[in-house]
């Protein structure tokens, strides 16, 4: 139960995370803005696992809007409890078999990385994103979390391929993976800088991981590069300016919370809002609505965009030389616990790790506390190398 | 001195499509109470996404075919952002930077000449809803809320109220026949930019703007006003001018600076990345140009030439559906000035005497066509066809077929007119006495005996020739 806003069917097997919509279920994204908010359709990922046999167990508890760093900041969850990553737990405890999150700025990775599941955030317009509570629609994606690539492989194919509700979604109507038993000759590169940026723990743990790719065949590779940290940068700002705009229709007038002390229309606003967002979900409003705004909008917003053009670019070039990046997605191999006050500087430092994937729709993947991040629709390749380390471990 | 006004427009039209510009619901004329052309997604429930209408690009490119525009071959959406109740969102979806078309033209005649008026841009976009206010308490109703419109933007190429309201006729009809919209009360409003400079300058004086007006006569009334302020502020220097938006007061005719907070709002527009761009390519354009209506003007030409009169030209080009049935009946073989009175004047008059309007009309061109023919080829004459006509418009009958069951298809030669009049005078010998004894009232009485016993047939004027023939 304290995975969960509440238990839909205690029979289920999946679980939801609040930033999804789930027929009839309270849908909230965390937040006490959407207080109490129940939708009248299902997303499609969640009808399409329906319609093979699945079932909604329970929404579990994300942090509002999905924006922080690991899930620690529901307006919902039981504060006495553990305070992150409930469905990353659900999955780890095996209380569910699989469950559904939205990848928007890395916090559904680097959660699996801290429970130890895997989770797969898959190309952009692969999977549909009719019925996600939408921040960043440019770059958030629906992804996957289970305990280990085969069973990821199962969901992402049942959950991808066109959606005629979603404009962004690709034409193809079903995606297949496949996942090969070797990985000889696969060649992976690591970035010194991320390296850089970790504590002895993460470190250590990297290097291990590293060592067991070498003893399946795979090269291994260190180079140097700011392609991260300038995807970063330009992601932090789109990311904010689109949840900024995005969240705006929380006003306080059609549904969700309404202040109870207002005289007129501009108090409504400002005090339903004031009283419903957290400090963090303010601290992204504020920003994506200084780099929107008249005078930054050609130096934030749209040099941001020209610097995704740029990424993509230079991220293919590398993809030519490499089948994929592996990084650490997390500085500290431990968890502590930090003030919402913080929070918004935290998600952005740590953050370096996983907005490349959010900016250009690459796919990554979350195993053994490491994440791939490959050339688009190269799940495939991800999901192979995962199961081939994940398979030695058993 | 001489001034000159310098007018330009921001006309907003609402489409005529089934659905709304991102979701399925109806157009909010299918509404009946608030709120019932409503869905998640243009209420602005979270989760829900915009899936493009094509119909509405299609429209929008035909708009800019019929205004000489350049079609953008990749054009974008954007989100503008501000916070009011009947905008659910707090954004709307407009566009921006790559607007569908650009640089067209418009050729105007009024009393003072003729102008070409420049058309900077059409772009589309989403309505808003609307706000119901009673008592303490303000109601939204959501089902104007994404019902698609295009902006079509001028260059500051106006000279005059009456160029103006020249301009607007001239889009109500051509859109009206186009099908892009049916132009209704308030599916048009306008933004008027204003302002004055002495005849001969070149530099633009202080502009104005007057907003949303959707009434000709209200818009050629606030030119006209804030002309003659500008003036005055000028000439007499009664005030100064300065650039701000203002509202059109009907009852008083009078314009009044709205609050400038409006005007000053940074709108923080930007790509709406929930909507992929659109790729207009040649197979796609060559489909819309091929469904285009013949321009305006060309029409207009096409018409005067078959000897169509202005004032029928000018009802055919305000209503799409009298255009097709005529140009579809034309096409069966139908002389074009008799197919435009057998609308215009016979049917419309039907229609009239049911308390219909031609919007009710549904006779179709095969049936139409097939009553034209047989007036034209002499098989039946013009009442007759009149008579088939009513039953068509009325019932829905098969012209032919009617006119068989009906007897009014009987080739009377004149000796057979002959007989049956020779048997009428005999069988009237009272009345023939009569008109013989200078009663010529008598002659009606025996011309309605004939007329009823041929049952509509042969040509009345004919029968009555006849008739005072026997009679002498
Ligand atoms: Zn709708």
Redesign the pocket.
Known sequence: MKYYMEEINKNGNIAVDDTILVKGAVSAAGSYMLDGFKPLFSAEAVTRLEEKGYSVKGKTHVGEFGLDLVGEFSYYAEKTEKLYGAAAEAVKDGDVVAALGVDVNGTTRRAAALSGVDFLKPTYGTVSRYGIISTAASGEQLGVYAKDADKIKEIAEIISGHDEKDGTSLPEKTYAYSINESISGKRVCVIKELIDKCDEGVKANTKAYIEKLKALGAQVEEISSDLFKTANTAWQILMSAETCNNVSRYDGVKYGHRSETYKNIDELYVNSRSEGFNFLTKAVILYGSDVLSKNRYNDCYDKSLRVRRVVYDEFKKLMEKYDCVLTPVLSKAEYEAYDIYEAFGKVFEESEFTSIANLIGVPALISDGVQFIGNHFGESTLLSIAHSVEKEGK | MNYELVIGLETHVELSTES?IF???GGHSAANEPND???P???GMPGMLPVMNKKVVELAVTAGLMLNCEISRYTTFDKKNYYYPDLPCAYQITQLNHPICTNGTVHLKTSKGERDVRIKQIHMEEDAGKLVHSGNFSYVDFNRT?VPLIEIVTQPDFRSAEEVVTYLSKLKSMFRSGGISECEEGAMRCDVNISVRPEGSEEFGVRTEIKNMSSFEAIEKAINYEAQRHIDALEYETEELVQETRRFDDASGKTFAMRNKETEADYRYFPDANLMPIIIDDEWLEEIKKNKPVAIDDKADKYREEGISEKEIDMILQSQKIGTLLDETIALGCNPKDTAAWILTDCAGILRKDGKTMEDLSVTPEKLSSIIKMVESGSINRNAGKKILIAVVESNVDPVEYCKAQGLDKKVDTAAIGAVLDSVLAANEQAVADYKGGKVKAFQALFGACMRELKGAGDPQMIKEALEEKLK
């Open positions: 709304k979701c399925s619901c052309c409503v869905c997604a243009c209420s994404s």
